[in-house]
């Protein structure tokens, strides 16, 4: 039986002329896992980001965050830095406070500094608490919210036990694809990456699809935000993949 490996997912909005769009990644076709599909920025959950020294270095959950963190479980630290940490690493978009302000790449030294850091960190020769200690940051924990867990279901050849979030993109942050594990990146809003799925342009997992369609019936970011935000029921999905799959 294939274990599970627990895994953090962060859906990142913006607001757009009409609506709002979401931050998406183009995995390569390499890749063991999604080959070619578009994704939200996500991954495994490490050792390192369960630590208490985190705890030092990041702002919330808040008291409205608090059935978010029952949901969570014992393991609430760990889910959450990880979605961040997935964020800045496939996607370059840290959210974080630097001063009491949301961080904002503020000039070209400063967004190719931050750059360099992506790689040792996916590389595992530098941590996000060691990124943060550098620059004087607190993680914004306060401005991710839980809303829904997938198991992969039994049968694929990697399975996963994620928790999804959703948070508004740092101003002054446009976001990049890797240019390793992803090879493209485009903010496009719900609708329309959900129509060019059934035009067969845009490749979606299933759970990817099932959650821009649910993000599809709001009419703007903070709507969806909010909604996450009051949230009290975070539904688990489990699916099954037929008989003859």
């Known amino acids: 039986m294939q274990p599970?490996?627990?895994?953090?997912?962060?859906?990142?909005?913006?607001?757009?002329?009409?609506?709002?769009?979401?931050?998406?990644?183009?995995?390569?076709?390499?890749?063991s896992f999604a080959g070619g599909m578009y994704v939200f920025p996500g991954g495994r959950v490490d050792s390192d980001d369960h630590l208490h020294k985190y705890d030092a270095i990041r702002t919330g959950p808040s008291?409205?965050?608090?059935?978010?963190?029952?949901?969570?479980?014992?393991?609430?630290?760990?889910?959450w830095i990880a979605g961040i940490r997935e964020s800045f690493e496939e996607a370059g978009l840290l959210l974080a406070y630097?001063?009491?302000?949301l961080l904002s790449y503020a000039d070209a030294r400063e967004r190719r500094r931050f750059a360099a850091y992506r790689q040792p960190l996916h590389g595992r020769d530098l941590r996000l608490f060691d990124i943060c200690q550098r620059?004087?940051?607190?993680?914004?924990?306060?401005?991710?919210?839980?809303?829904?867990?997938?198991?992969?279901?039994?049968?694929?050849?990697?399975?996963f036990d994620t928790r999804f979030f959703i948070a508004a993109a740092p101003e002054g942050q446009a976001g990049r694809h890797d240019e390793h594990e992803t090879v493209d990146s485009v903010w496009v809003a719900p609708d329309e990456a959900l129509s060019r799925?059934?035009?067969?342009?845009?490749?979606?997992?299933?759970?990817?699809?099932?959650?821009?369609?649910?993000?599809?019936?709001h009419r703007s970011a903070q709507g969806a935000i909010d909604a996450a935000a009051g949230n009290r029921h975070f539904p688990v999905h489990r699916p099954v993949l037929p008989p003859d799959h």
Do not use: C
């Not at 008291?63 to 889910?79: I, K, M, S, T």
């Open 4 to 31: 599970i490996r627990p895994a953090a997912t962060v859906i990142l909005l913006r607001e757009a002329e009409r609506g709002f769009e979401i931050f998406m990644l183009k995995r390569t076709s390499r890749a």
């Open 63 to 79: 008291e409205r965050q608090a059935a978010q963190a029952e949901a969570l479980g014992a393991e609430w630290r760990g889910y």
């Open 98 to 101: 630097r001063n009491g302000a």
């Open 135 to 159: 620059e004087g940051l607190k993680l914004a924990v306060d401005r991710i919210h839980f809303h829904s867990r997938f198991v992969t279901p039994l049968g694929r050849p990697r399975r």
């Open 197 to 217: 799925h059934q035009d067969g342009a845009f490749g979606l997992m299933n759970v990817t699809r099932f959650q821009l369609e649910g993000l599809a019936r």
